[in-house]
């Protein structure tokens, strides 16, 4: 290990000369076997560049870290403090591998290496905010991390073990079987949730665990605790533990091994609670006996921060105070840290995986009846609001009418109330984000697991709305056509939820998502060939008819009707028992009439209807699945 200078800022270099080569994947190694970490960063600076926002402005660059030298070791707590703004969160990103490398200056060194690409592995990250599953419960929550992290040589016992050692550790056992909760249901408290997070990322044992205000919002008592629970981990494990934390308290400080003091991306201070006063002292500042001296140093630098003279006194204490005790060169190693979203190795195979992933979701779905009763209902209600509307069509030019009608609604009902799965999915991209962040899983994993999980659920919506509605309606009373447009109507609801799906992956929020979902499915409705025939949609326009989410299913449900007509079959009788002319656009006569209005072809029920269907549902979850690979290497650039 590296000097420690007892009275102000640290030498960096330090690291265990031994460590070797960092083991593929950090859940197969034994306690024993498991490296300790210690981090030295030096140089540490990063920039952003703010764009003119006027014409003629230059645009400026905004030094977020500036030139940081800081320590984390093996066994110990480090808690980055300082003024709101100082850049905790941007420093924890930064040797997180949360920043892209590229943008950084400096070195992050673990034993006095270079981060490799196992770093993801190697190290926790807890954020903020709670993004747990609110219908699991916390032994649930804990198995599935463990399922997903824990390698899959360990048996389901093994598993089942580690969760409940975590759940002694982290003191949940009283509410292992209560639900996480959300604002609609009542769950654990404020302060369970935060441990059952840390839980999560702790379970498969990462000798570094980075932790992003872990006493946010909760009181003193449950913040204590949780310090307490990571001071045990970080002593008795000997793992490295980085957090950024406001204001501590006095008993949350004696668990703090040591501090970080940021102010406007510049380290004021760096070593232990006890030097603090000392430092202070011989910057010429009086620190009064008996004060919270973290509380008192984090006021005298807002007190600067506002006076005349500014930071700069302290800012250059400071740097003498670090080049006093060491100095260091400053090597500009941009290339050699982990690019984040690096391929890493996963813990369980791919079928393994997205079984577990498929049970967890299965069980997010049935644990939500209201929704699936509620959901089941609206098929009933509104089939036989359809039914009674448009009952018993008869082979007229009203009938074809309705019956077309009866179709687009049909389409517009499934494909518009997809999008009321928006705020559920975005939700939970959250959840997904923190979790292959740290390369929990892969992707392809969720995105087939996502798609599976709901296709009986669409299965059975779609069997009872047409068990009513179809018959209701008097469409073709063949067996074939029953089941055909029951295959159209999955398929349907299948892509309406591929197509909402897609778009959660990339839009910021659920306005810009609703708003992109309902405006594009309003056009691919008008431009589906059922209010324009395709022959009078302008050439600009065409290719949003052949793109149309509702195009193919509503000709696959148009051909299907006429094609179990009898070929002569007249749609038009005139009074005197002869039929119409054909091609009379007011009043098609015949099938190939009826279809060629809705600019739909007998013969094409399988090519291209159905085939274009399904290859539309492969191609949206083959987009959704890049958009999420995309989210999960998000990083700040
Ligand atoms: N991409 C960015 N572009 C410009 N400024 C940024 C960017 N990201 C962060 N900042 C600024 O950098 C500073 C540090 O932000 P950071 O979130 O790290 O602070 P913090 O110390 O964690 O603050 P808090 O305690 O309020 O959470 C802030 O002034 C913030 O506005």
Same mark, same amino acid.
């Given at each position: 290990m590296g000097d420690e200078v007892e009275n102000g800022v640290r030498v960096v270099d330090v690291g265990d000369a031994e460590a070797g080569g960092i083991p593929r994947n950090v859940s197969e190694m034994s306690f024993e076997q498991k490296k300790q970490y210690n981090l030295s960063i030096s140089g540490l600076t990063y920039k952003v560049v703010t764009k003119a926002k006027k014409k003629g402005e230059e645009a400026t660059t905004k030094v977020l870290l500036n030139n940081i030298d800081a320590e984390a070791r093996a066994g110990e707590i480090l808690a980055v403090v300082g003024p709101?703004?100082?850049? /905790?969160?941007t420093f924890l990103d930064a040797i997180a591998g949360r920043i892209n490398p590229q943008s950084l200056e400096g070195q992050i060194l673990a034993n006095q290496k270079p981060l490799g690409s196992d770093f993801k592995r190697i190290s926790g990250y807890v954020m903020q905010d709670d993004q747990l599953f609110p219908r699991l419960t916390v032994r649930e929550t804990l198995m599935f991390s463990a399922r997903l992290r824990l390698p899959g040589t360990m048996s389901h016992k093994e598993k089942q073990d580690r969760v409940e050692e975590m759940i002694q550790v982290l003191g949940l056992k009283s509410c292992a079987e209560t639900r996480i909760g959300d604002d609609e249901v009542r769950g654990i408290s404020g302060g369970e949730k935060r441990r059952t997070s840390i839980g999560v990322d702790l379970i498969h044992d990462p000798p570094v665990l980075f932790l992003d205000e872990p006493t946010s919002g909760l009181d003193s008592t449950s913040a204590l605790n949780v310090v307490q629970i990571l001071h045990n981990i970080a002593s008795t494990r000997l793992r490295t533990i980085v957090l950024t934390i406001h204001q501590p308290s006095f008993r949350v400080l004696e668990l703090i091994h040591s501090f970080l003091v940021l102010a406007r991306g510049n380290v004021i201070y760096h070593g232990s609670y006890a030097s603090m006063p000392g430092y202070f002292e011989e910057f010429g500042r009086h620190v009064p006996d008996d004060v919270n001296v973290l509380e008192y140093t984090l006021d005298a630098i807002e007190e600067l921060q506002n006076s005349e003279e500014g930071l700069q006194p302290l800012l250059t204490f400071a740097e003498a105070k670090n080049k006093s005790v060491g100095g260091r060169t400053l090597a500009q190693l941009k290339s050699n840290m982990t690019l984040a979203g690096e391929p890493i190795d996963f813990a369980s195979g791919f079928p393994a995986e997205t079984a577990t992933l498929i049970d967890r979701n299965a069980r997010n779905i049935l644990r939500t009846p209201e929704l699936l009763i509620w959901r089941l209902v609206l098929q009933v209600i509104v089939a036989l609001t359809l039914g009674s509307l448009f009952f018993n069509v008869g082979d007229t030019p009203k009938g074809v009418q309705q019956r077309a009608s009866t179709f687009a609604f049909t389409l517009a009902f499934y494909l518009f109330t997809a999008t009321e799965a928006l705020p559920? %999915? *975005?939700?939970? =991209? $959250?959840?997904?984000i923190r979790e292959t962040s740290r390369g929990a899983y892969r992707t392809s994993s969720y995105v087939i697991a996502n798609f599976l999980v709901s296709l009986p659920f669409y299965m059975l919506q779609v069997l009872l709305f047409q068990i009513i509605a179809y018959w209701m309606v008097g469409l073709a009373p063949t067996a074939g056509g029953f089941f055909y447009s029951i295959l159209i109507l999955f398929l349907t609801l299948t892509l309406a939820n591929a197509y909402v799906n897609?778009?959660?992956?990339?839009?910021? @929020?659920?306005?810009?998502?609703n708003t992109i979902v309902t405006a594009t !499915?309003? %056009? %691919?409705? *008008?431009f589906s060939g059922f209010f324009v025939p395709k022959a009078k949609i302008p050439g600009y326009w065409i290719w949003l008819h052949y793109l149309s989410n509702f195009k193919y299913p509503l000709d696959g449900l148009l051909v299907n009707e006429y094609?179990? =007509?009898?070929?002569? !079959?007249?749609?038009?009788? *005139?009074? @005197?028992?002869?039929?119409?002319?054909? @091609? @009379?656009?007011?009043h098609p006569a015949t099938r190939d009439d009826v279809l060629s209005k809705y600019s739909a072809k007998l013969g094409s029920m399988w090519w291209p209807d159905f085939t274009v269907l399904l290859i539309l549902i492969m191609g949206y979850r083959v987009f %959704?699945?890049?958009? *999420? =690979?995309? $989210?999960?290497? $998000? !990083? =700040? /650039?």
């Open positions: 709101s703004g100082a850049g /905790k969160s559920i %999915f *975005l939700k939970e =991209r $959250q959840i997904f897609f778009w959660s992956a990339i839009v910021p @929020n659920f306005i810009a998502g !499915t309003s %056009f %691919f409705f *008008l094609t179990a =007509r009898p070929a002569d !079959t007249c749609f038009a009788p *005139l009074t @005197n028992g002869t039929c119409v002319a054909t @091609n @009379n656009p007011t %959704f699945y890049f958009a *999420l =690979r995309m $989210q999960s290497k $998000q !990083t =700040r /650039k």
